[in-house]
C-alpha cells in the first residue's frame, strides 16, 4: 500500500523522525504553518498511521547493555509452524525481530551485558524456539535510526 504524501506532511515525518519531542512552535516555524494547522497535520499522520510512536533514544552503554547482537535463525525442522516471533517474544534482550528472505527466516537484534549473557541468550532462543543461530557481534555503531529523508514522491510503476 503506497500513501501519497503532501511535501509538507513529508517535511513533518522528516522533522519528527529526527526530534520526536519537537514542539508544534518549532515545527511550525520550520514548514512555514501555524501551530494549530501543525498539529492537526500531525494528528492526522497519527492517524492515518504514518506516525506510529515515539520513543527515546537509549544510551546502552550506560545502561549496561554494551553488548549489541544479529542472531539469524532457521528452524531445525522447516516443517513445523512458523511461530518463532511468538516463541521468543518473552525474551527482554530481543529489540527488533524481522522476518527476512534468505538462508535464515528471522534476524533477532538483542542487546547484553556480556558475551557471556549473548552465550546464555542464545542456548534460550535455541531452546525455545527450536532453531539453529547464526550470530553477528556488533563492534561499533557509526550511525542508527536515521530520521527518514524527505524528498520526492517515489516513482510510480506504471
Not at 508544534?24 to 494549530?36: I, K, N, V, W, Y
Not at 533514544?57 to 512458523?82: K, W
Not at 551485558?113 to 532453531?131: C, G, H, K, S
Request: proline residues 6%; contains cysteine.
Amino acid at each position: 500500500m503506497t500513501t501519497e504524501l503532501e511535501a509538507t506532511d513529508r517535511r513533518i515525518l522528516e522533522l519528527l523522525s529526527a526530534d520526536g519531542r519537537m514542539s508544534f512552535t518549532d515545527l511550525g516555524r520550520a514548514t512555514g504553518l501555524s501551530t494549530s494547522a501543525v498539529h492537526q497535520r500531525v494528528k492526522r499522520l497519527e492517524q492515518r498511521g504514518l506516525i506510529l510512536g515515539y520513543g527515546a533514544t537509549v544510551n546502552h552503554d550506560a545502561i549496561g547493555l554494551p553488548l549489541t547482537a544479529f542472531i539469524s535463525i532457521r528452524p531445525i525442522d522447516p516443517s513445523q509452524p512458523d511461530d518463532s516471533p511468538e516463541r521468543l517474544k518473552d525474551l527482554p534482550e530481543i529489540e527488533s525481530c524481522w522476518s527476512v528472505a534468505g538462508d535464515e527466516s528471522y534476524i533477532l537484534k538483542i542487546r547484553v551485558a556480556t558475551p557471556v549473557d549473548l552465550e546464555a541468550l542464545l542456548a534460550r532462543v535455541r531452546a525455545a524456539a527450536n532453531v539453529s543461530t547464526r550470530t553477528t557481534i556488533v563492534l561499533s555503531t557509526p550511525y542508527e535510526s536515521r530520521p527518514v529523508v524527505g524528498g520526492e514522491e517515489p516513482a510510480r510503476r506504471t
